[in-house]
Each structure stands twice: as structure tokens, then as C-alpha cells.
């Protein structure tokens, strides 16, 4: 063997792995899937009705995406979960590839998974079969490579299985060919009237070898070499339209084509926003944060433009039908962030809204599977209308008043209450949580106000501003200064307790009365006026975020990431840092900005401090990260915080970028020291969405100590 | 979809898996690769020269067989492996599959893991590689499917690892075409000269994308939807000779197909000896047992019958060599074991052993891959060899007993001076254990004695019998009952401490006085008598079990799976418990045996009380299970136990099968009470090689009293 003559041609490729494009390789897929994220983990592509992944069974409220990082069985992989979410529901179509007929559920382990946007992988404990999963927006791929020594491979279809409150009510499938299953699932849960139809396309044929009752089917078929692989279309709509969706987004079998797809898709769209920084923890942070938040919307209508419309029939549209609108929370940091990278969604999101509004009456309030859930309190649909509306996207304003309008004007949810009060009483209303519901009414009503002033509504305009205030008019205790349930007779509620909750019974939505102290979002100024002076508002937004109090044992389990009373974990907290901006205090918002950012976001399993909330949480991160906030819950002004990184990219649409360069960041220069737009000396603690949208430079100079940046009081927000 | 008719037709397909003639469902592969089992894991065939499956690093003592369960990293994928050896050795021609070119080890974790007889599999912890192995007797045969999102996958070709003292003298590889890389791999260690010669045969073009001198190249290729397949073919003579084997085993790319090959290999020789039984633990570690007996000695030729020697050159032969004789452990159990249940391969490994005999001048020691490693004591090659020529087997007697005359009468190992002195004195030889170097050479004699008396050599035959009693002659000391070691003086040293073990450097081999003490399997009767009598030498093999001493702090770690100093974890024990059969007691020896099968066997990763030495751990527990062991080392007589299970049928061969049938067997009816061989009364408590293999039925009843049966004087063996 000496005469082996050892080559010296060597070459080496450059990894992909380390291109400075890749952005999905900053993304850890497991943060937020343990604790009480919620987060879905699988795969699946920004935006897609589908998201197939992992199935566990429901064993608690810590399983309301079907997953938790805790768990190690599976019953299946299921086409469509939710992320984030505090109630559970979906899972439906689940496959489940086994070598036992017997099996209905597989131990798995996280040492055999990996999880990458776009592709989940698992070997399944036990059997050792190894699965994969990529998705399109309307179908998930999954391909099984049965152990070596397999002969008889088994596919289980489960119709039956759901997440959380979700029950099946009626189900069916049929073999149309040797490779072709179609069948429907219709089930009652978070969403009453669920239907789901499917098409799953074999890659080889199948037996049916077994059957129970409409549900479960176990096909069979023999194992060879090849990896068996499953298309399953969905469809609210049909089994046809499911076909339709597989033959149009997935014709072939190329498994890896649709994994690179998927990984593209997710690229294109985390590379709207482009970082610089040496902090590879908050990178991967920032770039899961980025896309949890394109889990939803979810694309709801089929490749021929059909959809199940919010009054339960099939309806055809141009325009891409929306579902998944956890409106509540995504009002706040979701739907701003996404009215700055996702332009050319607006218009489709503004549309899936007023037609659900033209079919139940109302915009959506929390709306899943084409079914309005009504969950959470006050009009959250209203501000993100008109926020598209505002920022002057094309839309017909008319069209979106009229929708504002009707839905702020309806009876239900207190709202008959509030038009002949002008608040909510206590006593009068049969569900709680007054003061909250009358606090979101009242944000929602200064956007509809705002639009109906632009539109020239004068009357209108008067009405709903009156509406607005009913925090100051009604809510606002002056002596204990803190929001409070008011009466029929006009008395504010007693006993009263500021620190103590009582989950979803008491007179606020997940919090207490120190949390509810500051949902005045669209006037803060008018909130400051309340606490008599900036002075005696300072001290006591000061104290939040260091009282202690017991909120008691019922208290909302919502509640948590605390700093104080400060509850990070949950929504209703998530603009108070930034009120900081409008009584020229800007330098104690930056500490508390970053303190949150670095020590409630972690780049861990349970890395979140509260559910994730459809990717609300991860956008108030976003937005945080590049120093920007959208506090006023429509028209587009975004509060400067204290940007996290040393340069940041944002591709805002038409081809422009919005740079946001941070000199001399770092740990200890958190301060914004001055800043520059496009060169020229900008001294506003605040920046207008047109001013971002035609794209420039903004430039701040960060120092370790407060400077004067945004304390002029005609430089506040 | 009302419309949807649900499919009746309804089959169930009989599950391959609960096929009564599936032998491998049993076995479990994992056990005895944690603790000190020294147990290989990965795919191999029946006595094959591949065992390819993970290497770990080495870390110690437990890493032998490049395997320990505690660990989770491994530095690829090796073609070669023992199994349940004290000294590490092979792990040669590694391969791990990569996604990073700079990686050279990968994390893996068991709940990835799956094996069965011939098949590994495992996806890799970080890359998600799932990779699966299985093998032919000179092929290893690896499938890799790389995720999904791979782009670039590697494959590191590492030449230069190897496991425990083994470390590459030179190496080398050349790429022959887009496809078939060819090279070798040259390492001294135990085996002081090993010569590898492999050829890797790709299922798609790679490209050599990196080298690191001669002995680490990485590969690269495009990932596509198919897995990427490598036949490795490994031959101890020639690349062009690796090549053939591939070429010869595995033709094609049938992985699966290679795969249930493997099975049915297995299935056929674990089928081999059927039992019947409703403990599934006991089952289960029975084929375990029986699947570890056939790891080795491993085929050590190509497909043309070319071999390399024990001289170093290349050898034609057409006859299957062998290597891997651990023969020190094997002449006990796991040889006479063969000869009952592998007729057709006897004739190979006498030949395998006089070839090598003719080329080194003794008969092989301790051989792994053509080398003599002379590991540890005695002539252990000529039990084995004696036996299969006693047994009948078509074999030249003449030529076996010129080898082992010739091996008995060399002058190295301290036989100069047994030939000299008639025992090995302690203070003239300079390597130690010189009592057990003079019983194991007694035991040898008596069997060449043996040999000679049949050939008619008289003068030989009374040489040989004379010094097959040394251990009566010089080294039993009746003052204390134990074998000393003796001086040149014919005193015995002192000071004596019969609990005391320094390992390798007492007068003992991996135990201490206890244990040496009964080391005269070829005399037992010679051996009472030494005690005065049966009830003295029953009080003495009685205490054995009893007696409680300290071994010190250097103790030889062999010294394992005590009970009082039986030390069942260690080779020379293991025929002690039958001695009671040689003086009338065979309800001692009944109830010791079952407490070791049902104790010191466990169905556990650690469930071996010591290493498995190449399989005579398992080859005891086999023959005692079906109650049966051969106690003197040659001739094939087999003494009694207690059978474990109701019935085993055990194929001897020629179309015939011995049934062994335990009436009335549970756990508390361990003792015979009577036996019937082919419908007649059997009193005797043993039975000859040539009545099980002519076929027949051994009929016992089992009974939870001891009986008379196997007391008489007459019917002991």
C-alpha cells in the first residue's frame, strides 16, 4: 500500500452556515417552549395557516400550543397549533408514524430533536423512526424514515385528538386512492364551529388496516429503502380545496426543496431587519422574538382564493384572508411592528377585518378559525384598523370608519352599558373586569375619534373623545390615584385592595389596580393631569416598579415578570416604561427598558417571563431593541427608548431602509446623549411612522449618564 | 362533505414482530455495556470481522470495546470493535458524518439510540444526522440521512483513532474514483502489528474537501433528498482485497435488504438452541447471552481466501480463518458451547489454530487480527483444540497433536522451567503468577495427555500425565488446603495471605488463593483426594461461598460477582460450583447456580458481573441454563446443573436436535429428581459430547427437595 499516492487537491467550501444573510441560524426555536410561553415549536413558514408539529396530550394549561418543553410524549404531529396563546385549541389532523397498530402514543426526547425555522426533526424513542416536517403556508410535509429492519410501516390518522378545550364533534375520512386520504374534522372548543378539511398525499400507497369508529384510520404499507412522505393539505372549506392547496404549493416530492423554501421564506422575511452587535445572546433573541411574531396572522383561505367566512359560509375573495387575530395583545407592539416591515400585508389584514366585520357585525375581538371567540375585553380590533388606516396605507377610509364605528357602537360586551353611563357599573355588568373593559373602550374610542376627526365627523369626533376620557370622567380615584369599578350610582366600588387579583373576577383583566393604573395609552398627557402634576405622576409610576403586595392566591396567573407591580408577563403593562417620555424623563425609561430586555427576555427554554401571546411579547422586543415604541395605539408615533445594538437595518417597504445607528453602545452607555435624522440635529424623544417609512438615518449618541435628550417639554411626545 | 362514504374494508396484518421463530425480538444489546461488561454495541453478523458501530473516546478501563453507556460523545462511526475484553483495541477506520468540517466528535444521547442484532441506529445530538449501520461479515454497511436543510454534507474519514493503547503507525487513503476512496491503516498496540486495509465505496460522488496529513480526510457532497450510503470493506491484506469483499457482500445499495439479512443471520444461529419458558427476563437474557457468544472468534479472510498469517505475510487458504481467540476466557465455556451448536465451523478453527501454530511456533495464546498478543497465562489454545479433535471431529489427529505437543513443550512463558522443575518456581521466573501459570499448564498437559494415550503414544502420554499433576505434586499445600506458590527450593513462599491479591504481580492471575484453589478441572477426583477426603474437600468448597477476607487495595479489578471468594465475574471460578457433582452433592451445586443465573445475569445495561470476555461470560450462563457444562477442559463430558427452563431444543446439527425437557421447573423445583434419556432411565449426574449430538431427549423432573439422583458413587462423573 505504499504505493497510495495521497492527494494534495484540497479545497474549502465556505459554510452557508456562517453567510452574514442567514438569519434563521440566529433563531432558537425552543425559547419560550417551556415555563409559560406557550410557544408552538415545529415548523412552518411565516404567516401559514399550517403549522405542523408535535402533539402532546393536554395536560394543563402550560399545553395551549400543543406542546411543552417539559413533556416526552407525543400523541402525533398535528397540521395547525397555536403560539402563545393562554387557551388551547387546534391540533387537529394529526399523523402518527409507528411500527405497532396498537400504538396511539410515542416517548420522544429533546436529544434526538432539532428544531429549525421551517424543519422539525425527531427520533421517535422506542421505534427509532425518524420524522421530519417542513410546511407551506397551506400544507405540512412530513417524511418518515422507517428503522432498516422495519417490514410493515403504519401512518395513524387522528381525527379525534385535539388541544385544550377542543373536542371533536364530527369526523371522516376516506382512501380516494391508493395514496390519496381526504376527510374533515369538525370540532367545539375556543373556537365553537371549527371546521377542518385535509388531503393527505401519500408518496407510496397505503392500506387501510384498521379503522375505529369515523376517527382514527391506520394505514399500512410495506417499507423499503425509501423515505414514505405525506402531504396533507388543509382547507376550512373542502377536501377539494385541500387537494388544491397540496397540487398548487407542493406538485412534487422533493422534501429538501420545500425545507429550503421554507428556510427562504423565513430569511426573506428576518432580513427586514438587519443588526449590528457583538451580543450574540440578544441576537438570538432578537431574531426569535422576530419570528414568533410572523406565527400570526394566519393565512385562512385556499390557493383559489376561497375561505370560511366569520358567518360560517364559503366565501371567494382577491385578497388574502386572515385568521389567528389575538387582537388584545397584538394591538399593543404586534400590529405596529407589523405596519412598518409588512406593508404589503396591511391591506389584506384591513380587508379580512372589515369583511369578518360586514359578517358578525363587529370587528374581530379575538378570532380563530373564522369563528369570533369574544375572548379578552374592549375593541382591540379598532386600534389596529385604524392604525392601517392612519398611517395611510390604501384602504377606504369611509369603508374602515363605518366598521370602527359599528363596532364601537354595538350592544354587546358591555357596551350598552358604557353609552348609557358613559362607563361600565360594577353592579350592572354580569362579567367583571369593568374597569378594564372601560379603559380598552375608551383607547379603542380615541382611534375611532382620531380617524373621525381626519375624516371631518365633528360630532362624531366629540362623541367618541368624550368616550375616551371616561378614565378621567369615571375610572380615576383621585385620592387613592388609581383606576377603579365604578357603580351605577356613580360610587367607586368597595372594599377596594390595590395589589390584590382575583383571576377574570374582579374588576380587572389579569391584573390589579397598580397594573390598570396606566392603560391611558392615547392621552397620556390627560393621565398625568389626573395625578395633579408630572411630579406627583413621577413618584407614583417611581413606586410601580418597586411596591410589593400580596395580589392574593386567586390572583390571575397573567400576572407575572414583575418588577414591583410592574407585570412585564402581561400586556396591559407593556407601554408604561415609556410613559417615562412624556414627563421629560426619558433616562428612566432607558434603565428600565434595558433591565427588562436583558433579564425578562432570556435565550432559554422558559426565556419568556409570560405567554407569548401570539407574538406580542417578542414585539414589544423588536420595538424595544430598536429604541422605538408605538405608545398611542393608532396613528403611527413611535417613543424612543434606548436602542439595544449598534446599528439596525430596517427594510420598511418600497425599497427604502430606516437605519437606527446607536454610537457608543454598550452595557453602560444606555442613554441617548443626542440624535441626528439624516444628518440633521433631531431633539423629539419621538418619531412619526411617515418619517420611518420613507426610509433615512436616525443617530443616536448613547453616554453612561442622562443628558437633557427629551426633557424640553416641546420635545415630548 | 356528508358525502363521505368511510371505507369498511378493514385488515388487520399479523405483526412480524410476535412471530414465534423471531429469535432477535429477544435480545437485548445494551446489556452489559455499562458496568464492566466491556460489551460491544453496534451492527455486526454472526462471527464477523466488521462490528462497526460508535467510538467513544477513551476513557478508561470501561472503554474496551469503544463503547461505555455513561458515555454521550463519540468520535465516529468504527468499522472494528471487541466486546467484553480488559484491554481496548480496534475501533479502526472511523466515519462520522458532519455538518461542520471542523468537528471531529458528535454528542449523542440513548433516547436516539436504537439497535437490534445487526442494525444500529441513531440520529446525532446538534446535527440531527440520523445515522444507521449495519453489517456483513467483512462490510460495514452505513446509511446517513442528513436534515433536510443540509446543503453541504461531510463525512470525516478518521484513520488515525484508535481505542486504548492502540495508536496508528502510518496510514493512508487515496480517492480511486467520484465514489471509492481506498486506503489503510497500520497501529501497533495489543496487537503489536495490525495491518487494516479498507475501501470505501460511496453511493454518490464526494469531493475531498479537506486533509489533515494522511490519516484525516473529510469528504463533502451535496445534500439531496436520498440518503447518502458507504460500504466499508475491510481486509487485513489489501485495498484491491477490501474492494472484492464489498463487491462479493454487498453489491448493490439494498440497505434495508442488507439489514434483514443481518437479521435472519442472527435469527438462523440464535435459533440454533429454542427454548421454552414464561420467564420473558430469563428469555431475554438467554438470546442476549447466546447473540454475545457468536461475536467472536471473528472470520479473519477475504472472499478469495486470502489471509495475513501470524508470520506477517499474506496466506491463501480455503478453509475460513478466524481471529479474536481470547482463548484464556473461551476453552471454558464458550468453546465447548461451539462444538455442541456449531459443528461446521470446528473444522475451520482447528485449522485456523494449526496454521497458526505452523507460522509462530505455538499454538495461538491470545490472537486478534494475526497477531500473537500472548495475553495472559498458560496454553489455553490446546484445550480447545484437544476437544475438538477428542469430540470426533474430522480433523487430522496427528498433525493437532504434533501442535499441541509442540505448544506444550516451547520454552517461553515460563515453560523452560516446568520443563526443567516440573512446576514454574516464584523466584526464577520474572513475570508473576506462577501457580496459575503451572494449573493452567496442567490442565493443558492433561489434555494433550489425553490425545496422546488415544494415539497410542505411551511415553508422551505419561510425560504429559505426570505433569498434569504438578498441581498435586508441588503447588497444593496441605497445611493450609490452598495451591502456593513454590520456590526453586520446593519450598512454598511466604509470606502466604489467601484473601490477598496484588494484580498481575501475586502468584495468582486475576484472583487470589480462594479462588486457585479449585483451578484442577482435569482432576477433580485427584483434587478431593489432596483435601483427605470428600467431606474435607466439601467443607473447604462449602466455606468458598461463606468466607469473607480482604483482598486489599490492589486487588485485581477482575476479581467481581463475589459470593463469600467465588468470584463468579472471573473465568476461573466459573467451573467450580460443578466440582459438587464430583463428590455426590449436586443439590450444592443446584441452588449456587441458579442464585448466579438469577443474580450475577441481570437484563440490565450493567446486568454482567464482570466483562463479558469475548463471550465466555455468556457461553456459561447458556450451558448452565440448558444444565449442562463441560468441567474438564477436553472430551466432552458435560456434568449436570439445574436447567432454567421447561424445555430447549438445541440443533446439533446434521438435521439432529437434543432436547433438554425440566418438568415440574419453576423457581422453587430447581433440583432433579430423576432423568430419562430417550425414554430410559439415566442415573448418571453428566452426559457425553456423543450422546447429544447423535440427537435425542433428556427428560428431567425437577423437584424442590434435594434427591438421590447423581449421589451415587457410580453415576458421578
Redesign the interface.
Known amino acids: ?1 505504499r504505493r ?10 465556505v ?3 456562517v453567510s452574514a444573510r442567514n438569519y434563521t441560524q440566529f433563531v432558537d426555536p425552543y425559547i419560550g417552549t417551556g415555563g409559560h410561553g406557550h410557544v408552538f415549536l415545529g415548523a412552518n413558514v411565516p404567516f401559514g395557516l399550517v403549522q405542523v408539529g408535535p402533539t402532546e396530550m393536554t395536560r394543563g394549561w402550560d399545553w395551549c400550543s400543543g406542546y411543552h418543553y417539559s413533556d416526552s410524549i407525543l400523541i402525533g404531529f398535528g397540521q395547525m397549533h397555536l403560539s402563545g396563546t393562554g387557551i388551547g385549541d387546534l391540533g387537529d389532523i394529526a399523523l402518527l408514524p409507528t ?3 396498537r400504538q396511539r402514543s410515542a416517548r ?2 429533546h ?2 430533536e ?1 428544531v ?1 425555522p ?2 422539525y ?3 421517535l ?4 423512526i ?1 420524522v ?1 416536517l ?1 410546511a407551506t403556508q397551506r400544507v405540512g410535509f412530513h ?1 418518515y ?1 422507517f ?6 410501516g403504519r401512518i395513524i390518522l387522528n381525527l379525534k385528538q385535539g388541544i385544550g378545550w377542543d373536542k371533536m364533534t364530527s369526523a ?4 380516494e386512492s391508493p395514496t390519496v386520504v ?3 374534522r369538525h370540532s367545539s372548543g375556543w373556537a365553537k364551529n371549527q371546521q377542518v ?1 385535509f388531503a393527505a398525499v401519500f408518496s407510496r400507497p397505503v392500506i ?4 375505529e369508529n ?1 376517527s382514527v ?1 391506520i394505514f ?1 404499507f410495506t ?3 425509501e ?1 414514505v412522505m405525506v402531504k396533507v393539505g388543509i382547507s376550512a372549506v ?2 377539494d380545496n385541500a387537494l388544491k392547496n397540496v397540487e398548487a404549493e407542493i406538485p412534487g ?8 423554501a421554507a ?1 427562504k421564506a423565513w430569511n426573506d422575511e428576518l432580513g427586514k431587519i438587519d443588526i449590528q452587535t457583538d451580543n450574540e445572546r440578544a441576537r438570538r433573541i432578537f431574531y426569535t422574538c422576530l419570528y414568533h411574531t410572523m406565527f400570526a396572522p394566519s393565512i385562512f383561505n385556499d390557493v383559489n382564493g376561497d375561505y370560511r367566512g366569520a358567518d360560517g359560509t364559503v366565501h371567494h375573495g382577491d385578497f388574502v384572508n386572515y385568521t389567528t387575530f389575538s387582537l388584545w395583545d397584538t394591538y399593543r407592539a404586534a400590529h405596529p411592528l407589523s405596519t412598518l416591515i409588512h406593508p404589503t400585508r396591511q391591506r389584506d389584514i384591513a380587508a379580512t377585518m372589515l369583511n369578518i366585520c360586514a359578517q358578525q357585525g363587529k370587528l374581530p375581538v379575538w378570532h380563530l378559525m373564522g369563528n369570533e371567540t369574544d375572548c379578552m375585553v374592549g375593541n382591540p380590533g379598532i386600534p389596529v384598523l385604524a392604525d392601517i388606516a392612519l398611517k395611510g396605507y390604501n384602504v377606504d377610509k369611509e369603508a374602515v370608519y363605518k366598521a370602527l364605528r359599528q363596532s364601537a357602537m354595538c350592544d354587546d360586551r358591555g357596551l350598552n352599558l358604557l353609552k348609557k353611563y358613559g362607563y361600565i357599573p360594577t353592579d350592572l355588568d354580569s362579567t367583571y373586569e369593568t374597569v378594564a373593559k372601560g379603559l380598552e373602550y375608551a383607547l379603542a374610542d380615541a382611534c375611532v375619534a382620531r380617524l373621525a376627526k381626519q375624516l371631518g365627523k365633528t360630532e362624531d369626533y366629540k362623541y367618541f373623545l368624550k368616550r375616551s376620557l371616561s378614565y378621567r370622567d369615571h375610572y380615576f380615584d383621585k385620592r387613592t390615584g388609581f383606576m377603579r369599578g365604578v357603580t351605577s350610582k356613580g360610587r367607586f366600588r368597595e372594599p377596594f385592595d390595590a395589589f390584590k387579583s382575583i383571576h377574570r373576577q374582579d374588576d380587572y383583566t389579569e391584573g390589579n389596580a397598580w397594573q390598570y393604573a396606566w392603560l391611558v395609552p392615547h392621552d397620556v398627557h390627560g393621565l398625568v393631569k389626573c395625578f395633579g402634576s408630572e411630579k406627583r405622576f413621577a413618584a407614583k409610576l417611581d413606586s410601580l416598579f418597586i411596591v410589593d403586595g400580596d395580589a392574593g392566591e386567586e390572583a390571575s396567573p397573567d400576572i407575572s415578570g414583575l418588577i414591583g407591580q410592574y407585570a412585564h408577563g402581561n400586556e396591559p403593562s407593556h407601554h408604561i416604561i415609556y410613559m417615562y417620555d412624556y414627563i421629560g424623563q426619558p433616562w428612566k425609561a432607558a434603565s428600565k427598558l434595558r433591565y427588562v430586555m436583558n433579564n425578562l427576555y432570556r435565550d432559554s427554554i422558559d426565556g419568556l417571563c409570560g405567554n407569548e401571546d401570539v407574538g406580542q411579547m417578542s414585539a414589544w422586543y423588536i420595538l424595544s431593541a430598536l429604541g422605538l415604541y408605538q405608545v398611542e395605539p393608532a396613528g403611527g408615533k413611535y417613543v424612543f427608548g434606548s436602542p439595544l445594538f449598534k446599528e439596525a437595518a430596517v427594510n420598511v417597504g418600497n425599497g427604502k431602509t430606516f437605519r437606527i445607528i446607536a454610537r457608543n453602545n454598550n452595557e453602560q452607555n444606555i442613554y441617548i446623549q443626542n440624535a441626528k435624522l439624516n444628518g440633521k440635529t433631531y431633539t423629539k424623544s419621538y418619531i412619526y411612522f411617515q418619517d420611518l417609512k420613507r426610509g433615512g438615518t436616525l443617530e443616536f449618541v448613547m453616554g453612561p449618564h442622562p443628558s437633557k435628550f427629551g426633557t424640553a417639554v416641546k420635545d415630548r411626545p
Chains 1, 2 share one sequence.
Open positions: 500500500m497510495i499516492i495521497l492527494s494534495i487537491f484540497t479545497f474549502v467550501l459554510s452557508s452556515i411500527l405497532d397498530n420522544f426526547s436529544l434526538a432539532r429549525r421551517g424543519y426533526s425527531l427520533m424513542d422506542g421505534s427509532g425518524h421530519e417542513t417524511r424514515s428503522p432498516a429492519d422495519t417490514k410493515t371522516g375520512f376516506k382512501q381526504t376527510g374533515f378539511y387501510l388496516e384498521k379503522q369515523d384510520g399500512s417499507n423499503h429503502n423515505s373542502s377536501t416530492w422533493d422534501f429538501n426543496g420545500a425545507v429550503a428556510n
